[in-house]
Nanobody
Framework: VQLQASGGGLVQAGDSLRLSCTFS??????ISWFRQIQGNEREFVAA????????GYADAVKGRFTISRDRPKNTVYLQMDSLKSEDTAVYYC??????????????????WGQGTLVTVSS
């Protein structure tokens, strides 16, 4: 299974970006976005259950980021609004089937995209 993340770029604080994660086949129940700031551990951003539509966000992005899915396109989007400099990171999409309560644990995801860099200038 291959995941392809795209949509990163350089924007100013307050701007918006939309990331996309397209996968070759749906072999998992949950698609999540994680991010990694240089020198830090990877952190959970948002998750969506392919069936049922459960959605969850990290507190740091709640109200600013929106995760959604497009079934026919096998694609998950992360709409990022009101971006802040602290959102600067490499963003990864991941596919797995963790219990919903463990969606923040990156070790439970087997399939990963290559990462896309988001840089927010202040």
């Amino acid at each position: 299974v291959q995941l392809q993340a795209s949509g990163g770029g350089l924007v100013q604080a307050g701007d918006s970006l939309r990331l996309s994660c397209t996968f070759s086949e749906r072999a998992f129940e949950t698609i999540s976005w994680f991010r990694q700031i240089q020198g830090n551990e990877r952190e959970f951003v948002a998750a969506i259950r392919w069936n049922g539509g459960n959605i969850g966000y990290a507190d740091a992005v709640k109200g600013r980021f929106t995760i959604s899915r497009d079934r026919p396109k096998n694609t998950v989007y992360l709409q990022m609004d009101s971006l802040k400099s602290e959102d600067t990171a490499v963003y990864y999409c991941a596919g797995g089937s963790p219990p919903w309560g463990s969606r923040r644990n990156d070790r439970l995801y087997r399939h990963w995209g290559q990462g896309t860099l988001v840089t927010v200038s202040s």
